[in-house]
């Protein structure tokens, strides 16, 4: 009885000692991203800076987290567990509660990064023991994560927990590459760049109508990739190989259409991602000119950001992009394995 006592004696002082170590644990502690020592903006200084340099995410430890009192104790017990990395982030989506959802194709799973209580989580099965294999393009729909899978062919739904509720699309899709949801008709549109169309669906997975075909006229595509729908309702299609961004209303009507094949400002060479701010300005990246060129609601070039590199603010084939309802600025720097935020500084005009 006396040994049996003395070890319930220093286990409970064992539990204590943890207990006082992980005081606060679960949560958030310091800056997720400390300011640089010169903020980086563009342009450049003396011009009037309208775009800033926020941080990056590469790692679940870039959310600077902290675990709860039972996740510590397990730690000590038994090590700690792999941590999230990116491998190949290629589309982000945030589902308007501050948590990031990133589909990484090479690491063939969707990383959930919660930027507000810096929890993490990733999520990759599906029902008949089965995983997505290319996860390339995510978005958010009354509260759903709708991801497209390009090896599979097709959508697979998820709820913001990361637990499989469905699939789609599986009998028109051959190879699925971007995905937008506009609310006011609850339409899911998704980019086919093998098929050259956007095929349009309900939430619920029916198929309602198919926009474009494959050629050079105005709604047409060759090889389509990312797509985007504002507030207004308003679909942007990244027409990659025409090397231009075609503009829709929601029920598939052309509206207009700009950039070419170049090197000038306003000119393509990848187009890729494409979203809008606040105020209508469009961005577009680049995989080949390793940047993201701004245009204003008419397709008019303002301004482009960031070059090729690995450094702060440089990119290495970046592919989709998120601007959430402030304005900032999320893009999935694919090669750099990462994904960079920035910041549209707004002025009021004097």
């Not at 539990?15 to 005081?23: E, L, M, N, S």
């Not at 797509?227 to 052309?254: A, C, M, P």
């Not at 209508?280 to 008019?300: A, C, K, L, M, P």
């Amino acid at each position: 009885m006396l040994r049996k006592h003395n070890v319930e004696i220093g286990l409970l002082a064992f539990i204590g000692i943890i207990a006082v170590t992980c005081t606060g644990c679960g949560q958030p502690t310091g800056e997720m991203f400390t300011p640089p020592a010169q903020p980086i903006v563009w342009p450049a200084p003396p011009e009037t800076a309208r775009i800033k340099y926020v941080g990056q995410i590469s790692t679940e430890e870039d959310l600077h987290g902290s675990v709860s009192w039972s996740e510590g104790f397990g730690q000590l017990l038994f090590g700690r567990k792999e941590i999230g990395v990116l491998l190949n982030p290629y589309g982000a989506a945030l589902d308007g509660k501050d948590r990031l959802f990133v589909a990484d194709s090479s690491a063939s799973v969707i990383h959930l990064m919660d930027l507000k209580t810096r929890r993490y989580k990733q999520f990759s099965e599906l029902s008949d023991n089965e995983k997505l294999v290319t996860p390339v393009a995510i978005t958010i729909a009354e509260g759903q994560v709708f991801v497209a899978d390009s090896s599979l062919a097709k959508i697979c739904v998820f709820d913001r927990e990361g637990k499989f509720k469905f699939c789609f699309g599986q009998e028109r899709l051959k190879r699925p590459s971007g995905l937008a949801y506009w609310a006011g008709d609850e339409k899911v549109y998704v980019s086919d760049t093998s098929r050259h169309v956007v095929d349009v669906f309900s939430r619920s997975g029916e198929f309602i109508d198919e926009i474009g075909g494959r050629g050079l006229k105005a709604g047409e595509f060759n090889f389509p990739t990312q797509i985007w729908v504002d507030h207004s309702g308003r679909l942007y299609v990244s027409d990659t190989l025409n090397y231009r961004v075609q503009v829709f209303e929601g029920d598939g009507k052309f509206l207009f259409m700009f950039g070419e094949q170049g090197d000038r400002p306003g000119n393509f060479a990848h187009p890729c991602g494409v979203a809008t701010d606040s105020l209508g300005n469009i961005y577009v990246t680049d995989r080949q000119f390793e940047n993201i060129q701004i245009f204003d609601s008419s397709g008019r070039i303002l301004m482009a950001f960031g070059r090729e590199g690995t450094g702060t603010g440089q990119f290495w084939l970046p592919a989709g992009i998120w601007i959430d309802s402030s304005n900032k600025i999320y893009v999935a720097d694919s090669f750099n394995k990462r994904i960079q935020i920035f910041q549209l500084l707004v002025y009021e005009e004097q």
